[in-house]
Structure formats: structure tokens, C-alpha cells
């Protein structure tokens, strides 16, 4: 069992970046895929990032593919979203997720975090 806590969050202007982190309590992080999800205003949760347990398969919605990167250090039990070329379009909650598979489906996550805010002006 994992507890996924998201942090980096924040305001930034359209084409500036960010870095999100997910730092996930338990030992068996290292076993389990991640994803990130976000949920902008007025909108359902969407997919944007996946990364399987050993970082070597990775997989990314259209909306976000050359400007987001996700990434992991299962000996930090850490897992980050580099985002790049922010636009307006990708302000909102960003969620971490760990399942025991790699999918683009939410309901294919077993733990979810709080979610962390980003905001990005025009």
C-alpha cells in the first residue's frame, strides 16, 4: 500500500514551467505504476502521464506529448511531472495516482493523492 502526496504546484505564466513531485509513503512503491491526472474548472478528470514501475515504459495523453515529461526514483519513492510550454489549458488540480498496472483509465489507480494546484496565465 502506498500513500501518494503531490507538491510543486503553483502560478506560472503561459510558457514557463513547472515540476510536480509525488512523493508516495511504503515500501512497496517500487512495485507499482504511476500516473498523473488532472482536473481543470468545469471539467472531468483527465489522463496525462504514465510511467511503469521501472521507469522504462512511458506513455502520454496527445494534449500534453514534447512538453510534459514524467519520471521516477523508486530509491527516493519519488515520482515527477516536468511540464514545459505551460498553456492556460493545462491550469488545473493535478492528482498522482499508483496502480499495479500502467493505464491511461483512472479506475486502473488504486491510491490517489490530494491533488496539487496549477495555475497557468495568459
Known amino acids: 500500500q502506498v500513500q501518494p502526496v503531490e507538491s510543486g504546484g503553483g502560478l506560472v505564466q503561459a510558457g514557463g514551467s513547472l515540476r510536480l513531485s509525488c512523493a508516495a509513503s511504503?515500501?512497496?512503491?517500487?512495485?507499482?505504476?504511476l500516473g498523473w491526472f488532472r482536473q481543470g474548472p468545469g471539467k472531468e478528470r483527465e489522463f496525462v502521464a504514465s510511467i511503469n514501475w521501472s521507469g522504462g515504459s512511458t506513455y502520454y495523453a496527445d494534449s500534453v506529448k514534447g512538453r510534459f515529461t514524467i519520471s521516477r526514483d523508486n530509491a527516493k519513492n519519488t515520482v515527477w511531472l516536468q511540464m514545459n510550454s505551460l498553456k492556460p489549458e493545462d491550469t488545473a488540480v493535478y492528482y498522482c495516482?499508483?496502480?499495479?498496472?500502467?493505464?491511461?483509465?483512472?479506475?486502473?489507480?488504486?491510491?490517489w493523492g490530494q491533488g496539487t494546484q496549477v495555475t497557468v496565465s495568459s
Open positions: 495516482a499508483a496502480g499495479t498496472i500502467m493505464t491511461m483509465f483512472s479506475n486502473g489507480y488504486d491510491y
Open positions: 511504503g515500501h512497496t512503491f517500487m512495485s507499482y505504476a
